[in-house]
């Protein structure tokens, strides 16, 4: 009996194990439709994506009766996912269920990957979804991270409600950072239709960003070389790199 949330995108081995061994399996219907062939014989319960309580309250009760239970999250369920809220209404009902959280691979790590290496330094990362927080308290946390010269991983850049939210962003974070910052952006990171694209910051297109994106904005020493966009780590510090 548990709750392992798995990863619809780089399912890892531990992830593919969870989901194998489950009898039902329940998410949001854009990850299940990834996880098709791992599925046949399982009962399969998908919802849309505004159902996350009600998915997790019902994954709980299976899980309570008895029942081997998958709650499937994109990407990493402990990174804007699942993993918490399921251990919140967990604690709220004292729940007896023998819960397990299984790592994915972030929107971050895929991402950072096709880019080339732009998270080798600190990075914060920043969802832009003020679904669930105040957008006052959104631009403070960018402001905080630009000013500190954190890289910076905007998360839910967009939805169909929140076109400007982007825009107000890399606006807070050019107001402490030269205009020729690299920024990269990947969409859809191992799901067909893939983009991938890097530009100066002042040159940055919003208009090119989905619900699928994630961009990641550089600190002053990130550089582009051959297409790929790489922050130091500091060795030119203390050695010679020739
Ligand atoms: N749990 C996920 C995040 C879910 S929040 C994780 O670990 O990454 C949803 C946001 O994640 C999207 O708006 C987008 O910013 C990012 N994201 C999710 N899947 C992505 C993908 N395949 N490529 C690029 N960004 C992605």
Same mark, same amino acid.
């Given at each position: ?21 489950s009898e039902v399996v329940l998410g949001y219907r854009t990850y299940l439709? *990834?996880?098709? %062939? #791992? ?5 399969? +319960? =998908?919802? /849309? ?6 998915? $997790? ?57 096709? *880019?080339?290496? %732009? #998270? ?5 990362? +920043? =969802?832009? /979804? ?6 006052? $308290? ?75 994106t994630t961009v990641i904005v550089g600190n002053s020493h990130t550089f ?19």
């Open positions: 009996m548990g709750i392992g949330p798995g990863s619809a995108d780089y399912l890892t081995p531990a992830a593919r194990a969870a989901i194998l061994a439709h *990834l996880i098709e %062939p #791992l599925l046949a014989g399982k009962q399969v +319960i =998908s919802s /849309s994506m505004m159902q996350e309580v009600e998915r $997790v309250q019902t994954a709980l009760q299976l899980a309570e009766q008895g029942a081997e239970v998958a709650l499937v999250s994109g990407g990493d369920p402990g990174i804007y996912a699942m993993a918490g809220l399921v251990y919140e209404i967990a604690a709220e009902r004292d729940s007896p269920a023998d819960i397990a959280i299984v790592a994915g691979v972030a929107a971050l790590n895929s991402c950072a990957e096709r *880019l080339g290496a %732009p #998270l080798m330094h600190d990075f914060a990362a +920043i =969802s832009l /979804s003020d679904l669930l927080t105040p957008w006052a $308290v959104i631009e403070r946390r960018l402001e905080a991270a630009a000013v500190a010269d954190f890289v910076i991983v905007l998360y839910n850049p967009k939805s169909k409600k929140r076109a400007h939210h982007l825009p107000r962003a890399l606006e807070i974070i050019g107001s402490h950072r030269n205009p020729e910052t690299p920024v990269g952006m990947v969409t859809a990171a191992t799901r067909d239709g893939e983009r991938t694209l890097i530009a100066p910051l002042r040159e940055f297109d919003p208009a090119l960003v989905d619900m699928q582009v070389w051959r297409g790929k966009m790489i922050t130091p780590r500091g060795y030119r510090t203390k050695y010679r790199l020739d």
